[in-house]
């Protein structure tokens, strides 16, 4: 246990060392008691944001199934009976209408998900089409469709894309046990293009993977080092979808989730911490601690890729009751 004084010198350290986060710092954060990382986690996040403000996220699939990657979290896998029908490309008519749905509703940011190792060439035209129609409708554009050859961000940049979104899933030491079909430092150069084009970065990873604590500082230390540190970070609760091989594991303790996100909140003060997949499983409480540790971003509406979401009325009910202002409030 860091005793207050620990806590001091370890702060003092930390201004010196501004961007750089060791192992040990972010270990130290994670066991300080619950509720001092909590308030320091708040403080990071007023010194940063408006306190009582959360950012709207709608993801769609624009491409879902099938997809040849191995990993073991995911229900697209082509390797795992999961009961995922497969789809083919969407066209851009039906993307633009599922994007205007997700404006009327209250999002601020359309995010692109396609279940593909990588985008073809051909592939990528018409992503990029379906980017700029989405832009062209004041949203902000995201999109993850796995690796990404030299060009390929560019063209999206040119296309209007605001974030690309690559998570490094989790620590360098667990990924290997996850994935076998690529590497994590394949998704770092894929996120170096993406940063090199101009884009901005969205990348976090997944709790509940049977990861140590040790993997969930080893994950932060990643980000956080990142130069810069990605804008937004994403901050998934596996989904345990039946027929992964993932599908037993245990689920995280909801004190070591919310201290996930008040870590991700101090280590990267001006990142948008989102607390994306596992909603559905969580209560309001958990929620509620989740953005007082920092998270200032949802995936908002009634599914997430393949899996469903918390619904979109329990989510504007619980803000309502928290006085959260959301980009619904702003944009309608
Ligand atoms: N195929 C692309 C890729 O892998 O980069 C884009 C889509 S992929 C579904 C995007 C991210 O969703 C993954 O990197 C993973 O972090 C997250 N994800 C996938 N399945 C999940 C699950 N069952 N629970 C939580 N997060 C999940
Ligand atoms: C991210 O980090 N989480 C989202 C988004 N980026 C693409 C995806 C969550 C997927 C959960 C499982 C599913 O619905 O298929
Ligand atoms: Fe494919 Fe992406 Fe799922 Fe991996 S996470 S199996 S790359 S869709």
């Not at 080092?225 to 995280?252: C, F, H, K, Q, W």
Request: glycine letters at 6%; charged letters at 25%; hydrophobic letters at 40%.
């Amino acid at each position: 246990m860091v005793n207050s004084l620990q806590v001091k010198e370890f702060e003092a350290e930390q201004e010196v060392r501004s961007l750089e986060w060791s192992f040990d710092n972010i270990a130290n954060l994670f066991s300080q008691p619950f509720m001092d990382l909590l308030l320091r986690a708040q403080v990071v996040h007023r010194e940063n944001f408006h306190a009582n403000s959360v950012q709207l996220s709608t993801l769609v699939s624009i491409k879902t199934g099938g997809c040849p990657e191995d990993c073991a979290y995911c229900p697209q896998s082509v390797r795992f009976e999961t009961g995922v029908q497969d789809q083919n490309l969407m066209t851009t008519e039906a993307v633009v209408d599922a994007a205007k749905l997700a404006k009327v509703n209250g999002a601020s940011r359309f995010c692109m998900g396609a279940a593909w190792r990588g985008p073809k060439d051909r592939d990528l035209d018409r992503v990029a089409e379906m980017v700029s129609a989405v832009k062209a409708l004041g949203l902000e554009t995201c999109a993850t469709l796995g690796l990404l050859k030299d060009g390929q961000a560019e063209k999206l940049r040119e296309a209007g894309l605001d974030y690309y979104n690559h998570n490094v899933d989790t620590s360098p030491e667990q990924y290997g046990e996850i994935i076998s079909t690529r590497t994590q430092k394949d998704r770092l150069d894929t996120l170096q293009k993406v940063r090199s084009a101009g884009l901005s970065v969205c990348c976090g990873g997944i709790i509940g993977m049977g990861e140590s604590r040790e993997d969930r500082v080893r994950m932060i230390e990643l980000l956080a080092n990142m130069n810069p540190y990605p804008e937004s970070v994403p901050i998934n609760n596996l989904v345990r979808v039946a027929g992964t091989p993932l599908e037993g594991s245990d689920p995280v303790d909801s004190f070591e989730f919310i201290r996930m996100i008040a870590v991700a909140r101090i280590t990267m003060p001006r990142a948008m911490v989102r607390l994306s997949a596992g909603r559905s499983e969580m209560s309001d409480e958990m929620q509620a601690l989740c953005f007082m540790a920092g998270a200032n971003s949802i995936f908002y509406g009634d599914k997430l890729l393949t899996t469903d979401n918390a619904d979109a009325l329990a989510d504007i009910n619980l803000f309502e009751r928290m006085g959260i202002e959301t980009t619904r409030d702003v944009l309608n």
